[in-house]
């Protein structure tokens, strides 16, 4: 103790008490940050101690060398000769290989496909829109009134021949009969010629408007048939168009869902590695933080060391001393 910066005062007595482990608890735990130490600087790469007993100052002492088997260094080289870049990679945590990477998965050769069709697909169905435009169009045109043309009889001249043939038979016959009669080129068989003529032009007249009248309304009925043709054939184009599209979508949505389960499945064992990985990676790790759990839970076995000095007897005292106890004596005796 010390008083005010002054000297101690007499007769103090100074200890100094140092507690340690039981030795074979204090070797454990040396022990235990040794190899701590260890897989700290060169992770899981097989590298020891060149001398596992040597003490500070020793030869050796804080030397490692390799003792591997994988030919990337000659057996017994020493850490400390290996290059910077060298001892940055054997003091990686997973060794040579490092830390594993996370892994993404790839898409599913299906998710491919449907990419493939999806890109592929656009606007397939658009000759089908292109045909229902023009069937629409062609739908709406205007009817010719001259198409009759090709619907007429084809036989009308025979026709009309052959009803000449007999009204010129007729007019044959009556000039015959006027000529009997004595009649002939009198008013009467003119009145007569001259109607048999009215009807002979009559009935002409109306084989020719029958045969043009069949043609026209023939005609408008194939008009009208084929516009409708027409209209159906936009419809089922167009129909066409938007079922090919429809079931493209089904097909590759299909895909999607199939590739995507399949990638999911990747990803979950890609996941599954990495965690295994990491986890035989730092396991050592692990059972070094649980031995040194219990070390820390462990009652300590203390040992104490006192070491102490105390003033010895002082030659100046012990002569002061003595000086005073004779005076003392000679005081009395002379007293007496």
């Known amino acids: 103790m010390s008083f005010g910066g002054g000297d101690s005062p007499q007769n103090?007595?100074?200890?100094?008490?140092?507690?340690?482990?039981?030795?074979?608890?204090?070797?454990?735990?040396?022990?235990l940050m040794q190899t701590a130490q260890d897989y700290t600087r060169f992770g899981m790469n097989?590298?020891?101690?060149?001398?596992?007993?040597?003490?500070?100052?020793?030869?050796?002492?804080?030397?490692?060398?390799?003792?591997?088997?994988?030919?990337r260094y000659d057996e017994g080289?020493?850490?400390?000769?290996?290059?910077?870049?060298?001892?940055?990679?054997?003091?990686?945590?997973?060794?040579?290989?490092?830390?594993?990477?996370?892994?993404?998965?790839?898409?599913?050769?299906?998710?491919?496909?449907?990419?493939?069709?999806?890109?592929?697909?656009?606007?397939?169905?658009?000759?089908?829109?292109?045909?229902?435009?023009?069937?629409?169009?062609?739908?709406?045109?205007?009817?010719?009134?001259?198409s009759y043309q090709q619907y007429m009889n084809p036989y009308q001249d025979e026709v009309i021949g052959a009803i000449e043939r007999q009204f010129d038979k007729a007019q044959n016959l009556q000039a015959q009969q006027a000529t009997?009669?004595?009649?002939?080129?009198?008013?009467?068989?003119?009145?007569?010629?001259?109607?048999?003529?009215?009807?002979?032009?009559?009935t002409v007249g109306t084989a020719q408007a029958q045969n043009y009248g069949q043609a026209q309304q023939q005609a408008q009925a194939q008009f009208a048939s084929q516009m409708g043709r027409y209209g159906e054939a936009a419809k089922m184009s167009a129909g066409l168009g938007g079922q090919q599209q429809q079931q493209q979508l089904g097909d590759i949505a299909s895909l999607m869902s199939a590739g995507s389960v399949q990638q999911q499945r990747a990803q979950q064992e890609l996941d599954a590695q990495y965690q295994q990985q990491l986890q035989q990676l730092y396991e050592p790790y692990q059972r070094l933080g649980f031995t040194s759990d219990i070390y820390q839970g462990m009652p300590s076995s203390a040992m104490a060391i006192s070491m102490g000095t105390s003033p010895g007897s002082n030659p100046l005292a012990q002569t002061v001393g003595a000086g005073i106890t004779g005076l003392a004596g000679y005081q009395a005796i002379k007293g007496n």
Request: proline share 6%; net charge negative.
């Open 77 to 146: 080289t020493l850490f400390k000769d290996l290059t910077r870049e060298q001892r940055a990679r054997e003091g990686q945590a997973g060794g040579v290989g490092g830390i594993p990477t996370q892994q993404v998965a790839a898409f599913d050769p299906m998710q491919e496909q449907a990419f493939g069709l999806a890109q592929s697909g656009i606007g397939t169905y658009q000759p089908y829109l292109d045909a229902a435009s023009q069937f629409t169009q062609a739908a709406t045109q205007a009817y010719d009134p001259m």
């Open 46 to 71: 097989p590298w020891e101690a060149v001398a596992p007993d040597a003490k500070p100052g020793d030869e050796g002492y804080g030397q490692y060398k390799y003792t591997g088997t994988d030919d």
């Open 12 to 31: 103090t007595t100074f200890q100094t008490q140092y507690t340690r482990d039981a030795p074979q608890i204090e070797a454990a735990k040396l022990g």
């Open 180 to 202: 009997q009669a004595g009649a002939f080129g009198g008013a009467r068989q003119g009145v007569q010629a001259a109607e048999l003529a009215g009807q002979r032009a009559q």
